[in-house]
């Protein structure tokens, strides 16, 4: 074989290492995507999975946004049937909309199992995870009791019908940043499933309406549970925000008439001077013109 068809192989050699050697460095760059799940109901008949998707970067865990996952119900024998796809938002996060858990499938113990996908993506390796659950009830309503008015809530597991004793409920007053908690943290069911916890009586509502709440957090088999009734037990205020009125603090399309109508007449005065002078100026030079 001549040199330079030595030197030819050579080199044909040497691009295939590069182009293996580039491949491997490419899908070792990228991330592995850890992925959390947490089912969340909300009472009557709402149900969703809540998704997280973070990776490790060079600044810590950091949110992987842009990723589109697959949820499926899991069936006998680990068939899957799709329920819908939802892309993590700029936080890493999306929320899935379950059907009616009704017409779902679920073990022999009542229990739900899901599976999120998430196919093969240029910046991040596949994955995909599983969570299981049980349906409950959670309901809640105010009694009177000797002049005190007290929420009670009751959580039930609905597969078997029994009261679930020793859960955590936190019970408060819904508030524009979250729950304000009402007598402690949380509150264990008895053995009736049960907690019943006094309201105060100066707690302001707007027009005296408390929206209150009894939540079971981040269970193990039932996940986050919310149950919300509204009740006039509140110290009525009168809501005195001028948001919505024509004020300097509103939103445009707010704007006080005053600083609709002023600037926009002072503008009309302006250029109508300028008009009327520039036609002016015309008439006068068209009068030069014939005298000269």
């Known amino acids: 074989m001549k040199p330079y068809q030595n030197s030819i192989v050579s080199a044909i050699w040497a691009s295939v290492l590069f182009l293996l050697t580039a491949g491997d460095l490419f899908a070792q760059e990228k991330h592995r995507v850890r992925v959390s799940l947490s089912f969340i109901t909300e009472m009557p008949n709402k149900s969703n999975v809540a998704l997280q998707a973070r990776f490790r970067g060079e600044e810590g865990f950091e949110p992987a ?34 059907p009616d858990l009704n017409t779902q499938f679920r073990d022999s113990l009542g229990s739900f199992t899901y599976r999120v996908i998430h196919q093969e993506h240029v910046s991040y390796q ?54 304000l908690k009402i007598g402690g943290d949380f509150h264990l069911t008895d053995d009736s499933g049960s907690v019943l916890v006094p309201i105060e009586n100066d707690i302001p509502g707007l027009h005296g309406n408390l929206m209150l709440e009894a939540r079971l957090m981040d269970d193990d088999d039932f996940g986050t549970v919310h149950s919300r009734v509204e009740a006039p037990i509140g110290v009525p205020i009168v ?51 014939k005298e000269s």
Do not use: C
């Open 239 to 289: 809501d005195t925000s001028t948001f919505d009125q024509r004020t300097m603090w509103s939103p445009p399309s707010k704007t006080p008439i005053f600083w609709l109508t002023v600037p926009n007449l002072l503008i009309i005065a302006v250029w109508g001077t300028i008009v009327f002078l520039i036609v002016n100026l015309y008439k006068i030079s068209k009068i030069n013109n």
């Open 65 to 98: 946004s842009g990723l589109t996952f697959d949820i499926f119900n899991v069936h006998l024998n680990d068939s899957l049937v799709a329920v819908g796809s939802k892309t993590t938002d700029n936080m890493g996060k999306a929320m899935f909309d379950l």
């Open 126 to 179: 596949p994955v995909e995870r599983d969570i299981s659950f049980k349906r409950s009830q959670l309901d809640a309503y105010l009694v009177e009791e000797a002049g005190i008015s007290q929420l009670k809530a009751t959580l039930t597991d609905l597969h078997s019908g029994e009261s679930v004793a020793g859960r955590p409920l936190e019970v408060g007053v819904q508030r524009l940043f979250g729950l």
